[in-house]
C-alpha cells in the first residue's frame, strides 16, 4: 500500500484541528472532517467548525457540506469520505482525516454492518413519543419489542435505544441480528493517532470554548 490515511481522534478541544493542518500542511494534501455535526451548514454555534483562515489554509470535506435537513448517518460518511479519499488518492500519497464522532472513524477505517432502511413515519412517530414520553417510556418499549438489544445494548442512550426501535418495527428484526462485526478491507494503510492532555488542561479549553 503506497497510499497512506493519518486518522486523528481525541476528545473536544485536545488539539485535533490545529495538527490535522500541520498535518495537511507538511504533506500538501486535504482534510476530511469526521464530525457527525460540522457537516452540517446551519450550525455555528457549539460545533467547534475550523476558523474561516483554518479552512483558508487546507483544503476541507465535510464541513458546512450539507443541511440539517438531510439525513445523514454513519453510513453515508463511510461513502461519502471512501468517494472523497479516492479522488485525493489520485495526486496525493497522504490524506488526513480528524473529527471527534467515534463511530464515523470507525465506519471510514473498518466499516459497518449494513442495516435495512427504515420506514421515516415510524422513525418520527418514536421520536415525537419520545419527546413525549421521556427515556423510561422508550426503555419501556424496546425491552417489550427488542429484548435482544436490551439485553445488551447502550439502554442509557436515548439515539442508541430509538435506533433499536425503529430497525426492529421496520423489519421486524433485532439490530443486533444485523450487526455481525465483519471488518472491511481497505485499499490504503491507515494510521491512527489519539491525542490526549491533562484532564484539568482539557477542561479549561472546554470551558473556555463554551464562553
Not at 497510499?3 to 490535522?20: D, F, S
Not at 491533562?198 to 470551558?207: A, H, K, S, V
Request: hydrophobic letters at 40%; a neutral charge; charged letters at 25%.
Amino acid at each position: 500500500m503506497n497510499k497512506n490515511c493519518i486518522v486523528i481522534a481525541g476528545p473536544t478541544a485536545v488539539g485535533k484541528t490545529a495538527l490535522a493542518i500541520e498535518l495537511a500542511l507538511h504533506f500538501n494534501t486535504s482534510i476530511i472532517s469526521a464530525d457527525s455535526r460540522q457537516c452540517y451548514k446551519e450550525l455555528h454555534i457549539g460545533v467547534a467548525k475550523p476558523s474561516a483562515q483554518q479552512l483558508g489554509q487546507v483544503p476541507h470535506y465535510f464541513i458546512g457540506s450539507h443541511s440539517i435537513h438531510d439525513v445523514i448517518t454513519a453510513v453515508d460518511f463511510e461513502k461519502y469520505a471512501l468517494s472523497v479519499a479516492e479522488k485525493l488518492f489520485e495526486t496525493k500519497d497522504v490524506v488526513i482525516v480528524v473529527g471527534g464522532t467515534g463511530l464515523y472513524i470507525k465506519a471510514f477505517c473498518e466499516g459497518l454492518d449494513e442495516i435495512p432502511a427504515v420506514d421515516e413515519t415510524i422513525r418520527n412517530n418514536i421520536i415525537f413519543q419520545y419527546n413525549e414520553k421521556g427515556i423510561a417510556w422508550l426503555r419501556s418499549e424496546v425491552e417489550h419489542k427488542d429484548p435482544l438489544f436490551f439485553a445488551e445494548g447502550e439502554i442509557q442512550n436515548p439515539q442508541r435505544l430509538m435506533r433499536a426501535l425503529e430497525v426492529m418495527e421496520s423489519n421486524g428484526k433485532s439490530i443486533v441480528q444485523f450487526q455481525k462485526g465483519n471488518k472491511k478491507k481497505r485499499t490504503f494503510a491507515i494510521q491512527k493517532i489519539l491525542l490526549t492532555i491533562p484532564r484539568e488542561q482539557l477542561y479549561e479549553r472546554i470551558n473556555s470554548r463554551v464562553n
